[in-house]
């Protein structure tokens, strides 16, 4: 309070240009701080929005790509799984006949190539049979003896029971195998297991693996993907399965595998662990994200993305710096502006005000030099005017006051003039009576009576 008190008695003491400087100054600063907040706030609420829409808009279309790789790895197992011929080589290896085993070995090892060659994100494609007799073609090493998708037998031998032993496909988290020759690559499998129809109810006759690129799957989900957002796949335990950034095989974006898969009601724990994974990885400087998860077959995978709205808000702060410097340059002028205005107002109030001084001072002749048209001026002629009334009437009553004291003195001098007449008539008449000159004297009685008659 004393210091709202400090400030009106500060501002009710400062001269009238000062006032309206501060005033100007005060509305203008005001004015152009609440434009830029509202324009800032609205243009970061319509933007985000915006960004919103976009990123569930993508991650939608991604979804349905991820998709549509699958239902297509799908078709590749079903065309194995429906040919006859994969079924009769795998009996033959089952079997172990050795007269057909190389030559179904050899046969398998032919119509794998040609389904690789026909779809290039498949790095190699495996066949197990029952009792782990494994026919491959590896399109890394364009071979079917060498092999750098299926070198860990205990891995995909491991997913090959798992597939066997349930109706749907098995999916391997996300892994990577360096080679000096062959470099590194990082994949995935697809299991699935194979039944001959004819005999349905001995079982399945072996599995089919699918080494799925990485690389090439990403392509799916990650196009248009910039520095600010980042997008991924995991399975139903947190497995990451696909990530635009190298050095995550094997990881798990909650630490470990989860017991329990995760479910649809689950994507707001999974949103969140995301994001913690996202900050724990250092890929954003932000900390304003806005993450989304959209399930793929049923569950079965996740795809995960982190937006940086920050860096959508980026152009817009470039923006509003612009409008800043331009509204410094525009309240600088404004400034100018108004303080050559306030000059002005100075200078004509302070020649109204020394002229009224000097009419306090009795100085009636004091004018005030009238420029321009506006009210000040006319306040100004105004004012020479009332001092010219002001000089008239003084002079007019100064002379009704001369007029009246000569009235006085004549009329002074009308009564001592009789006065002093008579005083000398008397006088003369003694004199006279002292002389014995009697007829002087009454002479001068007669003269007398005369002049008291007139």
């Not at 050559?340 to 000097?358: F, P, Q």
């Not at 002379?399 to 007449?421: M, T």
Request: aromatic share 10%; hydrophobic share 40%.
């Amino acid at each position: 309070m004393n210091l709202k008190k400090r400030l009106i008695a500060r501002y009710r003491s400062m001269e009238l240009a000062k006032k309206i400087l501060a005033i100007l100054l005060s509305i203008s600063l005001l004015q152009i701080g609440m434009i830029l907040l509202i324009a800032y706030h609205l243009s970061a609420t319509i933007i985000t929005e915006q960004a919103r829409e976009l990123i569930d808009e993508n991650l939608g279309q991604s979804a349905g790509s991820i998709q549509a790789a699958f239902e297509r790895y799908d078709s590749i197992i079903q065309e194995i799984y429906t040919n006859t011929s994969y079924v009769e080589d795998l009996d033959i290896i089952n079997s172990w006949d050795g007269e057909e085993y190389y030559l179904s070995m050899h046969s398998l090892g032919s119509k794998m190539q040609d389904l690789i060659y026909l779809n290039d994100d498949i790095l190699g494609i495996a066949l197990v049979g029952k009792y782990g007799d494994e026919c491959f073609y590896d399109n890394i090493t364009h071979s079917g003896q060498e092999s750098l998708c299926f070198d860990d037998e205990t891995l995909h031998h491991t997913l090959a029971k798992q597939a066997m032993e349930q109706k749907d496909s098995v999916y391997s988290g996300l892994l990577t195998r360096e080679d000096s020759r062959y470099g590194t690559h990082s994949f995935f499998y697809i299991a699935h297991q194979l039944t001959d129809f004819n005999n349905y109810e001995k079982g399945a006759v072996g599995c089919v693996l699918l080494c799925i690129d990485e690389s090439k799957f990403r392509k799916a989900y990650s196009q248009g993907m910039e520095e600010n957002n980042l997008s991924f796949v995991v399975d139903s335990y947190g497995n990451i399965v696909s990530i635009y950034q190298e050095g995550y095989s094997g990881v798990n974006i909650f630490g470990e595998p989860l017991t329990e898969p995760l479910d649809k009601e689950s994507l707001d724990e999974l949103e969140h662990q995301a994001s913690l994974f996202a900050e724990g990885i250092s890929y954003f400087h932000a900390r304003n994200l806005d993450t989304n998860a959209v399930s793929i077959l049923d569950g079965e995978f996740y795809i995960v993305n982190i937006q940086d709205l920050d860096y959508s808000l980026q152009r817009l702060r470039y923006l509003l710096i612009m409008i800043c410097l331009v509204a410094a340059l525009v309240g600088v002028i404004c400034f100018v502006l108004v303080f050559y205005m306030s000059i002005d107002i100075d200078k004509s109030v302070k020649k109204i005000l020394n002229a009224m001084n000097e009419a306090n001072r009795g100085n009636l002749d004091s004018k005030i030099e009238i420029e321009g048209n506006d009210e000040f001026s006319k306040i100004s002629q105004h004012f020479n005017v009332m001092l010219s009334e002001i000089k008239k009437s003084n002079e007019q009553e100064r002379e009704s006051l001369v007029r009246e004291k000569n009235a006085e003195i004549r009329s002074l001098e009308a009564q001592i003039n009789p006065h002093f007449l008579y005083n000398t008539l008397d006088t003369i008449n003694w004199l006279a009576i002292e002389e014995q000159q009697f007829q002087i004297s009454q002479m001068v009685t007669k003269l007398a009576q005369i002049l008291r008659y007139t």
